[in-house]
């Protein structure tokens, strides 16, 4: 489908939850959490009451809803109850510090947030009381505070959609805040109509009978999509649960709803291999895992084949362009690659000038779709260097082969040099997992005497018993011998993001 083929006339409530009604799907799973299963009908029904509730409060046409919800059934009709009035989503993670809280709460200019008792007291405290709290559970109400469940019980079931358009904005996605504060990719709501029939269908597949697992939380735009987005385009199911991620959590939830389709990242993929239960676990109801967020490395790959036998479809993509725009297809992946464009995309590699470079050789990869982000919110600098018409200047390394295979050779601001010579952390990375020992792991630079040194920061495998030499050889026989490390330093986990990357700024920052 292209932007010219969609209805001038477009609200994103309507197309992923209504017309599932209108269609006769209104009795069909659309959510499993916990022990419960709630239909289309149900959804639409708590859709329209918070709806309701949130034109009550004066969240208007255009406004900024803020979200700091779990994962739950009240997070997806919230997110869906903003959209069918025409607001704006902007979410966040629910173990956030209140200093964070107060940065997106200035930065949203949202008047009202919609939060749980997990993130009631750092919102309280981010806020100050300058914003309406609505509040999803118990809790003890102060001035400007008020009981999401309750107005919504009593709220009317009926509700029509704003008569939003393809072009007006209607979802924020913020970048990861790897490198700075995060900012918003500013979207209209073309973007997840586009991106659902270009990726989850063109690509996955996803149909009526499919059931979603996301690991990430449905604050990132990866997990939300293609959990309580892109199945219910086509009448399928997400899951969510509100608990933490972890890899007993992802087993035991695989167990009871048994998904078609895990949405992972490499960080669990790795969690779940070294599991000591790994051997013991039924993955059978799956019949593919996509990763993304951060690269796949081709050994971690190779070891969650050997471990599970479920077809991986690796992919990339950004909160700048939506969602996936180049990825493995199911049947057709290759280790190591973020696979071919997705339809609807051109994706190219390109040196410093800007032009496109032949087959094999490095540059910084560019994008081309119609779900590209219309700007940085309040970044106009950042947003001319970024976007470009419809096309997205990454900043991403990557090399195209002659069948339109792209291979990621990590992030042009993360390059070091060292001895004259530039080094990707990442190459170094993705040697350092093949090691039986090492289960995760992270490169950065660090000066020693005015020069710059690569530092490898390692998680051992539980009960290994290797050192710092043994994984400083193992990466010298591999790789030129520039690229191998200076120093291995062992640690119990490594800092990542909300979205759960590698956080490399707070590794550099470690002494």
Not at 39 to 47: D, I, M, P, R, S
Not at 240 to 255: G, L
């Amino acid at each position: 489908m292209r932007y010219e083929d969609l209805p001038e006339r477009l609200n994103v409530a309507d197309y992923f939850v209504d017309r599932n009604l209108a269609e006769g799907r209104g009795e069909r799973t659309a959510l499993l959490t916990g022990d419960a299963a709630v239909t289309y009908a149900e959804l639409a029904n708590q859709v329209n009451r918070i709806g309701n509730v949130l034109l009550d409060l004066g969240v208007r046409r255009g406004d900024r809803l803020l979200i700091a919800l779990s994962d739950g059934v009240e997070f997806v009709a919230t997110w869906y109850a903003a959209q069918k009035i025409g607001a704006v989503t902007a979410e966040v993670y629910t173990f956030l510090p209140a200093k964070d809280y107060r940065y997106f709460l200035d930065y949203t200019g949202a008047n009202v947030v919609v939060v749980d008792p997990v993130t009631l007291e750092r919102m309280r405290e981010a806020s100050g009381g300058r914003h309406r709290l609505l509040v999803a559970g118990d809790f003890e109400p102060r001035t400007h505070e008020y009981d999401l469940n309750a107005l919504a019980a009593r709220a009317p079931d009926t509700l029509a959609a704003a008569p939003t358009t393809k072009d007006d904005v209607a979802i924020w996605k913020f970048t990861t805040g790897s490198t700075g504060e995060p900012k918003a990719c500013v979207h209209t709501a073309a973007s997840p109509v586009l991106s659902h029939h270009a990726y989850a269908r063109g690509v996955l597949d996803i149909g009526p009978d499919d059931v979603v697992l996301p690991v990430p939380k449905l604050f990132f735009g990866y997990a939300r999509d293609l959990a309580a987005l892109y199945p219910f385009g086509v009448g399928g199911a997400g899951v969510a649960f509100a608990e933490r991620t972890t890899a007993d959590r992802i087993f035991e939830v695989i167990a009871r709803h048994r998904p078609t389709i895990l949405v992972n990242v490499p960080t669990m993929m790795s969690a779940m291999v070294a599991h000591p239960d790994a051997s013991t676990q039924d993955l059978s109801c799956l019949r593919l895992t996509t990763s993304a967020g951060e690269a796949l490395p081709a050994e971690l790959h190779r070891k969650w084949d050997t471990a599970f036998g479920v077809e991986v479809v690796d992919g990339i993509g950004s909160s700048e362009a939506y969602h996936i725009y180049i990825s493995n297809r199911p049947g057709a992946a290759r280790r190591g690659s973020c696979g071919q464009a997705v339809p609807g995309y051109a994706a190219r590699v390109v040196d410093e000038d800007g032009k496109e470079l032949p087959d094999g050789e490095v540059g910084t990869l560019e994008v081309t779709g119609g779900t590209t982000a219309k700007e940085y919110h309040q970044d106009p600098e950042k947003s001319a260097a970024t976007f470009r018409g419809d096309t997205v200047h990454t900043g991403d390394l990557f090399a195209r082969d002659a069948d339109g295979f792209f291979t990621y050779h990590g992030r042009a601001d993360d390059l070091l040099k060292v001895g004259g010579i530039w080094v990707a952390p990442s190459e170094i990375e993705h040697c350092l997992i093949g090691h039986p020992d090492v289960l995760e792991c992270g490169v950065v630079g660090h000066e020693a005497d005015g020069l710059v040194r690569t530092r490898a920061y390692v998680v051992p495998r539980e009960g290994a018993e290797v050192v710092g030499d043994t994984l400083r050889d193992y990466v010298g026989t591999r790789l030129s011998g520039h690229k191998r490390p200076h120093e291995v330093v062992f640690v119990t986990e490594l800092p990542r993001t909300s979205n759960g990357k590698l956080d490399r700024r707070a590794l550099r920052e470690r002494p």
